[in-house]
C-alpha cells in the first residue's frame, strides 16, 4: 500500500475505451499488489436520479450544477476516503467531463471549471481520443446496433472533442490516441504511467 494515494482520471467520448482502459488498470494495480479502486462519474446519487426524472427542464447549466453536487458527494464518500488508505483511485470520467459535455452544449467552459473548484485535481489526467465517428460506430457494433446515430448527435460530439483537446493544450490531459489497437493503446498509457509515477515498479 502506498503512503500517499494517487488519483488516476481516464477521459474520452463514448467509444473511446476509457472504460476498458481504466478497469484494466485497476486490475494490473491490483494484481502486482497495489490496493487500487475503480470508480465513474455521473454516479447512481440521489442528485442524478433526480436530474433524471426532470428531463423535460434539463439544460446544460442545469447538468454542470447536480453533476458537480453528485461529485462533491462522490469525492467525500469514496474517493477521498480510498486516498487517505493509500489506494490508488482510477476514474471512468471526472470534471473534464463536465466540461467537454456541458461545455459543448452551451455552458460557459470557464464557468464550469469554477463549480468544480472545490475537486480535487488528480494526479494524472488521460484523454483517449478517438474520432466522433469511430466511437460511435464502435457502440453501434458492440449494442448491435444497425442505425448510425443521427446527425445531431455526431454534431455534438465533434464540440466535445474540441474541448477535450483544448484541454490537452492546456497541458490538463495527456493525449493518448484511441484510434490505434487496443495493446498499443496500452501501451502507451504505460508509458504515460511510467513517467508520472516511476516509484510505481511491475508495471507491464
Not at 46 to 57: D, G, H, P, R, T
Not at 70 to 85: F, G
Not at 151 to 166: G, M, N, Q, S
Amino acid at each position: 500500500m502506498l503512503r500517499k494515494g494517487i488519483l488516476i482520471v481516464i477521459e474520452g467520448l463514448d467509444g473511446a475505451g476509457k472504460t476498458t482502459i481504466a478497469r484494466w488498470l485497476v486490475d494490473l494495480f491490483n494484481n502486482i499488489g497495489y490496493n487500487a479502486l475503480y470508480t465513474y462519474e455521473p454516479t447512481d446519487s440521489l442528485f442524478v436520479k433526480a436530474l433524471k426524472s426532470y428531463s423535460e427542464f434539463r439544460s446544460a447549466e442545469l447538468d454542470a450544477l447536480v453533476y458537480a453536487a453528485d461529485r462533491l458527494i462522490h469525492l467525500r464518500s469514496k474517493v477521498l476516503p480510498a486516498l487517505e488508505e493509500g489506494k490508488i483511485v482510477v476514474m471512468d470520467r471526472y470534471y473534464f467531463s463536465s466540461i467537454a459535455y456541458q461545455g459543448a452544449q452551451g455552458a460557459p467552459i470557464e464557468w464550469v471549471f469554477e463549480l468544480n473548484k472545490y475537486a480535487r485535481n488528480p494526479d494524472l489526467a488521460i484523454y483517449i481520443d478517438v474520432e466522433p465517428e469511430i466511437g460511435l460506430m464502435r457502440l453501434s457494433r458492440k449494442e448491435g446496433l444497425s442505425r448510425f446515430p443521427e446527425y445531431e448527435k455526431l454534431e455534438l460530439l465533434r464540440r466535445v472533442r474540441e474541448i477535450y483537446l483544448e484541454l490537452v493544450n492546456r497541458g490538463l490531459l495527456i493525449l493518448v490516441d484511441g484510434s490505434k489497437e487496443l495493446d498499443t493503446v496500452k501501451s502507451e498509457v504505460l508509458e504515460i504511467i511510467h513517467s508520472a509515477f516511476p516509484f510505481l515498479r511491475g508495471l507491464n
